[in-house]
């Protein structure tokens, strides 16, 4: 696996069928270090899939299926390349943990496409955040209701200000929020 660069046509095999990999649940992309490019054929591929990870791709750039409705699990380790900036659609979506991606807005191109996409992850319990130099600041009042933890560590930049009783959710869940020291280097 250390020898490829692109996730093409072929590693969905026969393009017959109409949704490749149509009960595939779990996913895993790891040590990877010469993949630039995978090809999504935007066709609704991996209906099914609840678990994705993506690990030590540092030359992955791109995009990701868009249309991942039953993912409930997504986690970016060391893809320090990777950027969304295309909305993906993550409504099912109950953890998301980013880890050394240092893009903007936490793989998201823009601080904006972030935000929309936290208000779509409507499921949303756990958000982890690690390593994101350029992760700025933390959207009060579109935190989702049902977030319960959130973990932000090493974010170098981010800068929070004391919510006002206006821009907080009040049907907001939290239970632990963790912010650790930027200069950290373990959780």
């Known amino acids: 696996?250390?020898?490829?660069?692109?996730?093409?046509?072929?590693?969905?095999?026969?393009?017959?069928s109409e949704k490749p990999f149509n009960s595939l649940e779990e996913l895993d992309f790891a040590e990877m270090p010469e993949w630039k490019q995978w090809h999504v054929l935007g066709i609704g591929e991996f209906p099914a899939l609840q678990d994705l990870s993506i690990k030590d791709c540092p030359k992955l750039l791109g995009k990701l299926p868009e249309n991942l409705c039953s993912l409930t699990k997504l986690r970016i380790s060391r893809?320090?390349?990777?950027?969304?900036?295309?909305?993906i659609q993550l409504s099912s979506l109950k953890r998301f943990e980013v880890d050394g991606s240092p893009k903007a807005g936490v793989v998201f191109d823009e601080a904006e496409l972030f935000t929309s996409q936290l208000e779509g992850m409507k499921q949303i319990e756990?958000?982890?955040?690690?390593?994101?130099?350029?992760?700025?600041?933390?959207?009060?009042?579109?935190?989702?209701?049902?977030?319960?933890?959130?973990?932000?560590?090493?974010?170098?930049?981010?800068?929070?200000?004391?919510?006002?009783?206006?821009?907080?959710?009040?049907?907001?869940?939290?239970?632990?929020?963790?912010?650790?020291?930027?200069?950290?280097?373990?959780?």
């Open 1 to 16: 696996m250390h020898r490829i660069t692109e996730v093409t046509e072929e590693f969905y095999g026969s393009l017959s």
């Open 79 to 87: 893809c320090p390349e990777l950027n969304l900036d295309t909305p």
């Open 126 to 187: 756990g958000l982890y955040i690690i390593g994101c130099n350029s992760f700025t600041s933390l959207p009060n009042s579109t935190l989702p209701s049902m977030l319960k933890t959130i973990w932000i560590c090493r974010c170098q930049k981010l800068k929070l200000e004391a919510p006002d009783s206006s821009s907080v959710n009040s049907n907001m869940l939290l239970e632990e929020l963790r912010l650790f020291d930027p200069r950290a280097h373990t959780v």
